[in-house]
């Protein structure tokens, strides 16, 4: 406005004024200028403050896009590692798998006996386990019909049959005896499955187990169990002889014990007609003596005759099974042997409690018992013991009925009580014995009777017993 004044004014006024206008428009413009600075500084101020806060703003998005982008990165780093990670795994399992398929290839390939055949048998893969077993190169039977395997022995119907059912499309399974090349044989199990391209049979394969060892062993075992029949039959004619050894020493002693007992009443017999010879003689011969006399001859004839009988009925064998008891048992066997052991001072204690029956064969029962008492009465003796006892005693348990024959002559020394029972083992050297009679006395219970024989010592002597199951009283 000054200006605007000044400007207006006439030269000469200019002039006068020149100096005063000059003072007041610097002044004015010091004004101006320092109210226009502050304006200025104020807008700079202001607009430092916008530029502080965008900065500050731009800088803190800024930040976080780079925190963002670091994040996004790291993950994706991280991504990009593990998938090649999984990719080196997954070639690394791929590669083990190839390698685990050519490793079982081959495994396959020398384990398993396989062949393949065109479909007029011409061989036309083979593994190496049916070049090993058959004797021939892969090159060998390649191109060759596969009958040049086949063993003469194998008929040609079979043949005939397996090619009719696996040319119908169908699986044939059978065992078939191969030939080698160095003309040895083998035998396999073959299974034989067709092998199919577009609907059509294009070719046959065949799996194989070797059972040559199986079969090796169905013949080894078919003729050792020829060789057992064999051995048992001879075993039980061996048997048969001993025990019919046993049983001829067993008739010679009962034939001496029946010897025994006829010599007195032959001895009275003899007498009595001694006495009827010299009375007719004498003339003094009456009804009555002669009744006497008469009479008792036929005792003593009955004597001989029952004496006869016993023997008979005891060596009578026994074709089934029938009830019996102990005391039935050893009463039938005193009957023979009581009277000849009296005569030698030996004493004979019966402690027969036990009535109770059972099934078995009793006449081959009385044949132990009886050696079991010549056993005794022959160590007694052969012992010179004063008193000699021998004690027969019946008894029970819960589930057996048990006949115990004991002697007072010092038992069974103990470095052959466990040999007493074997064939042939006998301590009568000087008196011929067998060493079949304790024996077959164990076979008899053991074997025919279905009981036991066991033998063991007292304080006082050896002790036998014989242990025979009670009858099922349920059944």
Same mark, same amino acid.
């Given at each position: 406005?000054?200006?605007?004044?000044?400007?207006?004014?006439?030269?000469?006024?200019?002039?006068?004024?020149?100096?005063?206008?000059?003072?007041?428009?610097?002044?004015?413009?010091?004004?101006?200028?320092?109210?226009?600075?502050?304006?200025?500084?104020?807008?700079?101020?202001?607009?430092?403050?916008?530029? $502080?806060?965008?900065?500050?703003?731009?800088?803190?998005?800024?930040?976080?896009?780079?925190?963002?982008?670091?994040? =996004?990165?790291?993950?994706?780093?991280?991504?990009? +590692?593990?998938?090649?990670?999984?990719?080196?795994?997954?070639?690394?399992?791929?590669?083990?798998?190839?390698?685990?398929?050519?490793?079982?290839? #081959?495994?396959?390939?020398?384990?398993?006996?396989?062949?393949?055949?065109?479909?007029?048998? +011409?061989?036309?893969?083979?593994?190496?386990?049916?070049?090993?077993?058959?004797?021939?190169?892969?090159?060998?039977?390649?191109?060759?019909?596969?009958?040049?395997?086949?063993?003469?022995?194998?008929?040609?119907?079979?043949?005939?049959?397996?090619?009719?059912?696996?040319?119908?499309?169908?699986?044939? /399974?059978?065992?078939?005896?191969?030939?080698?090349?160095?003309?040895?044989?083998?035998?396999?199990?073959?299974?034989?499955?067709?092998?199919?391209?577009?609907?059509?049979?294009?070719?046959?394969?065949?799996?194989?187990?070797? +059972?040559?060892?199986?079969? =090796?062993?169905?013949?080894?075992?078919?003729?050792?169990? &020829?060789?057992? %029949?064999?051995?048992?039959?001879? %075993?039980?004619?061996?048997?048969? *002889?001993?025990?019919? *050894?046993? /049983?001829?020493?067993?008739?010679?002693?009962?034939?001496?014990?029946?010897? &025994? *007992?006829? /010599? *007195?009443?032959?001895?009275?017999?003899?007498?009595?007609?001694?006495?009827?010879?010299?009375?007719?003689?004498?003339?003094?011969?009456?009804? $009555?003596?002669?009744?006497?006399?008469?009479?008792?001859?036929?005792?003593?004839?009955?004597?001989?005759? %029952?004496?006869? $009988?016993?023997?008979?009925?005891?060596?009578?064998?026994?074709? =089934?099974?029938?009830?019996?008891?102990?005391?039935?048992?050893?009463? #039938?066997?005193?009957?023979?042997?009581?009277?000849?052991?009296?005569?030698?001072?030996?004493?004979?204690?019966?402690?027969?409690?036990?009535?109770?029956?059972?099934?078995?064969?009793?006449?081959?029962?009385?044949?132990?018992?009886?050696?079991?008492?010549?056993?005794?009465? $022959? +160590?007694?003796?052969?012992?010179?013991?004063?008193?000699?006892?021998?004690?027969?005693?019946?008894?029970?348990?819960?589930?057996?009925?048990?006949?115990?024959?004991?002697?007072?002559?010092?038992?069974? &020394?103990?470095?052959?009580?466990?040999?007493?029972?074997?064939?042939?083992?006998?301590?009568?050297?000087?008196? #011929?014995?067998?060493?079949?009679?304790?024996?077959?006395?164990?076979?008899?219970?053991?074997?025919?009777?279905?009981?036991?024989?066991?033998?063991?010592?007292?304080?006082?002597?050896?002790?036998?017993?014989?242990?025979?199951?009670?009858?099922?009283?349920?059944?």
């Amino acid at each position: 406005p000054l200006r605007f004044f000044y400007l207006a004014l006439s030269p000469g006024e200019k002039k006068k004024e020149k100096v005063k206008f000059s003072s007041i428009y610097s002044l004015c413009s010091y004004f101006y200028s320092a109210f226009y600075f502050k304006q200025i500084s104020n807008k700079i101020s202001l607009l430092k403050e916008v530029d $502080d806060l965008l900065s500050e703003n731009i800088s803190e998005n800024i930040y976080q896009k780079m925190n963002n982008i670091n994040k =996004e990165l790291v993950i994706f780093i991280y991504l990009d +590692i593990l998938s090649l990670i999984l990719t080196i795994f997954m070639i690394y399992l791929v590669l083990k798998f190839i390698k685990n398929e050519e490793r079982l290839k #081959d495994i396959i390939d020398k384990s398993v006996i396989t062949s393949t055949t065109n479909t007029k048998g +011409i061989i036309i893969d083979a593994s190496q386990a049916f070049c090993k077993i058959s004797g021939y190169s892969k090159e060998e039977l390649l191109g060759n019909p596969h009958k040049m395997v086949r063993h003469p022995d194998m008929d040609s119907i079979t043949f005939k049959k397996l090619w009719e059912i696996i040319q119908d499309g169908k699986t044939w /399974r059978g065992e078939v005896k191969n030939l080698r090349k160095d003309g040895s044989f083998y035998w396999v199990v073959a299974t034989i499955v067709p092998i199919y391209e577009s609907g059509k049979i294009v070719a046959f394969i065949s799996t194989r187990e070797d +059972i040559s060892d199986k079969k =090796e062993v169905t013949a080894l075992n078919s003729s050792l169990k &020829h060789r057992v %029949n064999e051995e048992v039959e001879h %075993n039980r004619q061996k048997d048969i *002889q001993l025990a019919q *050894q046993a /049983r001829l020493a067993q008739m010679g002693e009962m034939i001496s014990m029946i010897a &025994h *007992q006829w /010599r *007195q009443p032959l001895a009275a017999i003899s007498s009595l007609s001694a006495v009827l010879n010299l009375k007719s003689q004498l003339g003094s011969l009456n009804k $009555d003596l002669i009744l006497d006399l008469s009479s008792k001859i036929t005792e003593n004839s009955k004597h001989l005759s %029952n004496t006869i $009988d016993d023997f008979r009925d005891f060596f009578k064998p026994n074709k =089934e099974k029938r009830e019996s008891s102990f005391n039935e048992i050893v009463s #039938d066997v005193l009957k023979i042997v009581e009277s000849s052991i009296a005569t030698k001072n030996i004493s004979i204690i019966k402690d027969l409690k036990n009535e109770n029956k059972f099934s078995s064969y009793p006449n081959e029962i009385k044949q132990v018992v009886l050696n079991l008492i010549k056993n005794a009465d $022959d +160590i007694l003796l052969d012992n010179e013991i004063k008193e000699a006892i021998i004690k027969i005693s019946t008894y029970d348990d819960e589930n057996n009925i048990i006949l115990e024959i004991s002697d007072n002559a010092g038992g069974i &020394h103990g470095d052959i009580i466990d040999k007493i029972f074997d064939p042939y083992f006998s301590t009568k050297t000087k008196k #011929d014995g067998t060493g079949l009679g304790l024996y077959m006395s164990k076979t008899i219970i053991e074997e025919h009777c279905n009981g036991k024989l066991i033998a063991s010592n007292s304080e006082f002597g050896a002790v036998f017993k014989i242990i025979m199951p009670k009858l099922n009283k349920s059944a």
